[in-house]
């Protein structure tokens, strides 16, 4: 899954399994943080069109 500008909060666990993003995603408030996500290539942007 890849994810992009969104809020995981006040879940049991935030993040389960693979997960790609493009780094301006906000995880807050999750009993577990879970597995946490890769960022895509670097760049100033992250890849993000």
Do not use: Y
Request: no cysteine.
């Amino acid at each position: 899954m890849t994810i992009s500008n969104l809020n995981v909060s006040f879940n049991g666990t935030a993040i389960t399994g693979a997960t790609a993003s493009f780094g301006n995603n906000r995880i807050f408030g999750n009993t577990a943080a879970g597995t946490a996500p890769t960022v895509g290539a670097a760049s100033t942007d992250h890849g993000q069109q």
